[in-house]
């Protein structure tokens, strides 16, 4: 009886372990990659990060030439007040003048002429600066925008990974059924190799990859309100800067209401470039915690595809 029996037993055993061998077999061709792709989704969010970071920067220069070109042009409306005190810019009362008033009102005032058109020279220079940094800050959000757009749908991936964890259940299975026949990892190698699946596999959640997901969205989301930022800063500061608020030729006769108007314009320029400084580390904080889940998934992952070589 025993003797009819071992055969029987003995082909149940190599049952187990063919059928073992193809799980395996199986579970490694599903698996695989899985390291790959999500290392690419931390390649790019790094390159991101680069992006957003340099953007940031130029939002940062353009906030600081801006609060520079506001104390510039200080400097002038006061020396404009100086010199066209009395009326003394005007030219039907400088007509009036007597010789002692044109002298003392007009001539000596002469001397800060240079110094005013050093002055308005500094301001236009400091706008123009300040409106190419601006311009620079379209080109890095749009840039960030269109690297997270293309990489939100991770839907490939998130099927992998889930019918990477069916197939880890399916090893742990199979495991459990040579174990159940005496045949463990200590005796038998694919024994062991499922043993180790079971251990070191089926540990990313579909959920990390969906935070994967969203952290794109958000730096897709402030990309292009940076990028919007950066055109009307862009727009706004140019035209605080266009001659006919920086012509000293202007200024004397500029009214109340044009001097106000200049003003706005500059402050809300200067108001935009520290909003592109809120949005692009916004969008960097976002990449370099995208890029934090990405590395720890990925070491996951490729722990998983050592014991499935």
């Not at 003392?104 to 190419?132: C, M, P, Y």
């Not at 040579?178 to 200590?186: E, F, H, W």
């Amino acid at each position: 009886m025993i003797a009819l029996c071992a055969p029987a037993l003995a082909s149940n055993e190599s049952d187990l372990i063919q059928n073992a061998e193809q799980v395996f077999q199986a579970t490694k061709i599903v698996c695989s990659g899985i390291s790959d792709e999500i290392g690419r989704l931390a390649n790019i969010s790094t390159v991101n990060t680069a992006i957003t970071g340099a953007g940031t920067a130029a939002a940062t220069g353009a906030l600081a030439v801006g609060i520079k070109k506001s104390s510039v042009e200080e400097e002038i409306e006061k020396l404009v007040t100086e010199m066209c005190a009395d009326n003394a810019c005007n030219a039907d009362t400088i007509k009036n003048m007597s010789d002692k008033d044109f002298e003392e009102k007009v001539i000596k005032n002469f001397a800060k002429l240079k110094e005013l058109q050093d002055s308005a020279n500094a301001s236009k220079n400091l706008g123009n600066w300040r409106t190419g940094l601006m311009a620079g800050t379209i080109g890095t959000n749009l840039a960030s925008a269109i690297i997270s757009g293309r990489n939100i749908n991770q839907s490939d991936l998130i099927q992998q990974i889930s019918a990477c964890n069916d197939m880890v259940l399916v090893a742990t299975n199979t495991e459990h059924e040579l174990k159940t026949a005496g045949i463990i990892g200590i005796n038998n190698p694919i024994a062991k190799k499922l043993d180790n699946i079971k251990t070191w596999c089926n540990q990313i959640d579909i959920a990390d990859i969906e935070k994967i997901e969203n952290r794109m969205k958000g730096v897709m989301g402030t990309s292009i309100a940076g990028g919007a930022i950066g055109i009307a800063g862009t727009i706004t500061s140019a035209t605080a800067n266009s001659d006919q608020y920086t012509d000293i030729s202007n200024m004397a006769k500029m009214s109340d209401t044009d001097k106000q108007t200049g003003k706005n314009l500059n402050t809300a320029a200067n108001i935009m470039a520290g909003a592109n400084i809120a949005t692009g580390a916004t969008g960097t904080v976002l990449n370099v915690s995208l890029i934090t889940l990405a590395k720890k998934l990925m070491k996951t992952a490729q722990r998983c595809e050592e014991v499935l070589q």
